[in-house]
């Protein structure tokens, strides 16, 4: 240590009433170089010098900063910070609780036993010594400990927590936070959250609610609440609010240093909800600056080509198709026909229910484009969809134009055949799936792109379409999976919404029954019957072959069904492994009538119409996601037999039943798709668990769309305004804009 330190010594003062702690240090500095230690200070002299007296606080840590840099936060708790999406100081402060309880704080574990016994929802805090603890490993790995106090003692269980061995050991005091259960007069505390008991530490009176925050392995709630409650004071107040003072007026919104203190310390519900709706909002406006850029970016791309419409167009249609068009399907076309009139592209989500009648307004769409001399695409998801889709096209436009399929599977010959054709820059049609899209097929400049099964084309392969170098092509894309407004008001955002609502005249209503797994045999029984009496029907299962679930199988399946119900009847099986020939010659098989029954998985959810099939029998149904559920059932009652759906399970949770239920309330596509988004959420709904979606706190999908609504507005009016958001006072913004930050929107340049 350098001489010429005098007295008084460096000494640490109380921590002020903001929670900051203060310094005082006399110093008489005659040499060297001196670091104060938590003060935030340096003082370097270079001659002899006398130093009075210094006071100070800890500079507050910037809102930006890593929480690393925090005292206290080593690198391997920095790490498990992050698995909760907390990295900078800002990340915590806008850390959602998990809810906020009423706490119950005890004197003695013997009084709250009689409080337990009377409210098993009461949360206890206990203090007491932990008198032993163990760690079990058999069977379910838990960590159990005692705890006592003068007047008794309780049993405290943490499941998976063998890792706190090290740490709730025999001796140490603690604080215990959690709900109880009696058995006898033992009391159980089952995964409470603890602490180091600080017989100093005080009730926080501003806060008589108590936020409990997620937790993971190494951060208990403890931990979050305390170092928010700590933070909080100094770092609020440097926090940049992104919105205008004008937004937040114009939709009544509390500040973000409002919203942020109520949240961690509310004083009634009131002021949990109205920060929740300003936070709520700012992950809605970043979505919606996002979504407004990307239609900037469309309006302002490559102009397409203008395919003026007449009337000659609408006869030709009408003798193409085999039945007239709903009014529905009218109005979608007339939405088409104006858009694909203009220079600028269309990009329009032709949505609608199973059976609605989509691919005739994408003929429309494509005798439009054809009738100008262009080539048009028809892209599909699967190899299975996009043949469907040739057969269909194939067959509704005859000889007037050439339709080449390709996919992955064709010959190198057929390939070639289809490059060629594409090269001449004719008006063929070219149908198959997302390798249309390569550069070597020379389709970017098509004048039309027509996608089916928009929720596996997304926002990365509708950016590679504006790419093309010379015309944009007009984009439309369809869906059987109805999208709830909330999403498309988001994830497809960048898309005009046209509606399909009414099924053709002729379908008949679909009846769906939900029938314990232990009545399989007598379902499967029934296909044999109704098969016997001309029918057609499917069988569906979740798996190949036997995994740890027990999942109903087509390895153990088929055996049973040949020795058993379908003994005497001809049925083929079909599955994502098949080479294409084997199962192209199946489906053919089935779609004739030459096989009765088709026993399958998933690769029939979509684009199979075979009008004579009228029964579904899908086992194991609970293992299916509610949207599969719907497009499965979609396969019947495409003819005049009445037709049945079967979901055959044993749910084991409660979302399982809640999809069977949803499934056998409705066959509106649309309910079931915001029962879907309620039991999923908007993440896992889209197939992207990195999107912006996946990633909301705060809003509510459903629930929040009036909210939804409003954002929209007013990212609309503001990217109109600025679409770069470069303005000083949309500064705060772009910061926000950026927020979002998934692959999707760096590709599309914002």
Request: charge should be negative.
């Amino acid at each position: 240590m350098p001489t010429g330190v005098g007295t008084p010594p460096i000494g640490h003062l109380p921590p002020d009433r903001d929670g900051t702690t203060a310094f005082q240090v006399s110093l008489d500095i005659r040499a060297g170089v001196f670091h104060f230690e938590g003060s935030g200070r340096r003082i370097v002299h270079d001659e002899d010098a006398t130093l009075g007296t210094i006071t100070g606080s800890p500079p507050a840590p910037a809102p930006n900063a890593a929480l690393s840099s925090l005292s206290g936060i080593g690198a391997v708790r920095a790490e498990r910070l992050a698995a909760l999406g907390l990295r900078t100081v800002e990340d915590l402060m806008r850390h959602r609780p998990l809810r906020w309880e009423r706490q119950v704080d005890l004197a003695t574990i013997e009084d709250a036993k009689a409080t337990a016994a009377a409210d098993p929802k009461a949360v206890l805090v206990l203090h007491g010594e932990i008198e032993r603890a163990r760690a079990v490993r058999a069977g379910r790995p838990r960590f159990e400990a005692v705890l006592s106090d003068e007047s008794g003692t309780a049993q405290l269980r943490w499941f998976g927590g063998v890792w706190l061995q090290n740490k709730i050991v025999p001796g140490l005091r603690v604080r215990i936070e959690g709900k109880a259960t009696m058995q006898g007069r033992t009391m159980i505390l089952t995964n409470p959250g603890w602490s180091v008991h600080d017989e100093a530490a005080t009730t926080d009176p501003a806060a008589p609610l108590r936020p409990v925050y997620p937790a993971t392995e190494g951060i208990p709630p403890r931990f979050l609440h305390d170092r928010i409650r700590s933070l909080i004071h100094q770092v609020v107040t440097a926090m940049v609010d992104p919105l205008p003072d004008a937004t937040r007026q114009r939709w009544n919104l509390l500040t973000l240093q409002q919203a942020i203190r109520q949240l961690h310390q509310p004083s009634d519900e009131s002021e949990i909800e109205t920060a929740r709706r300003r936070l709520a909002f700012d992950e809605l406006l970043a979505l919606q600056l996002v979504v407004a850029r990307r239609r900037h970016g469309i309006r302002t791309a490559k102009p397409a080509t203008e395919l003026p419409t007449n009337n000659a167009l609408d006869t030709e249609l009408q003798s193409l198709l085999p039945f007239a068009l709903t009014g529905a399907q009218a109005r979608a076309i007339g939405d088409i026909r104006q858009d694909l009139e203009r220079p600028v592209p269309m990009h329009r989500l032709l949505q609608g229910d199973v059976g609605s009648g989509k691919t005739a307004v994408a003929l429309a769409a494509l005798l439009q484009c054809l009738r100008h001399g262009l080539p048009a695409a028809f892209m599909a998801p699967t190899e299975l969809l996009a043949e469907q889709h040739h057969r269909t096209l194939t067959g509704l436009l005859g000889d007037r134009f050439n339709v080449h399929l390709c996919t992955g599977s064709r010959s190198a010959a057929e390939r070639r055949s289809a490059a060629d054709a594409a090269a001449s820059g004719h008006a063929d049609l070219f149908v198959g799936t997302q390798a249309l899209l390569s550069e070597h097929l020379g389709l970017q400049d098509a004048g039309l792109v027509v996608v089916d099964e928009q929720h596996r084309f997304g926002v990365r392969q509708r950016a590679l379409l504006r790419r093309a170098e010379v015309r944009t092509p007009h984009l439309l894309v369809m869906t059987a999976t109805p999208i709830p407004r909330s999403l498309a008001l988001t994830h497809y955002g960048d898309l005009d919404v046209s509606v399909l609502d009414e099924l053709p005249p002729g379908r008949t209503p679909i009846r769906t029954v939900a029938m314990h797994a232990s009545k399989m045999d007598a379902a499967l029984a029934r296909v044999g019957e109704r098969v016997q009496e001309g029918e057609q029907a499917y069988i569906v299962v979740p798996a190949i072959e036997p995994g740890e679930r027990g999942d109903p199988n087509l390895e153990e399946l088929v055996p049973r069904l040949k020795q058993g119900p379908l003994a005497e009847i001809p049925f083929g099986v079909v599955h994502g492994r098949l080479d294409r020939v084997t199962r192209d010659d199946t489906m053919a098989a089935f779609r004739e009538g030459t096989l009765r029954v088709l026993v399958a998985t998933t690769v029939i959810e979509v684009g199979v119409d075979v009008p004579n099939a009228s029964l579904m029998v899908i086992l194991g149904a609970d293992r299916f996601g509610l949207a599969q559920l719907h497009q499965l059932r979609g396969r019947v009652g495409r003819g005049a037999a009445a037709s049945t759906c079967v979901l055959v399970a044993d749910p084991a949770t409660e979302d399982g039943q809640a999809r069977l239920d949803a499934v056998v309330g409705t066959t509106d596509g649309f309910v079931i798709a915001e029962e879907d988004l309620r039991l999923r959420g908007p993440g896992e709904v889209v197939g992207e668990r990195q999107s912006g979606l996946a990633r909301l706190q705060f809003a509510r999908l459903p629930g929040d769309e009036a909210l939804l609504e409003q954002s929209r507005e007013e990212a609309a009016t503001r990217i109109g305004d600025d679409p770069e958001l470069i303005a000083p006072e949309h500064a705060g913004l772009a910061q926000l804009a950026k927020r979002v930050d998934t692959p999707a929107e760096a590709l599309e340049g914002g």
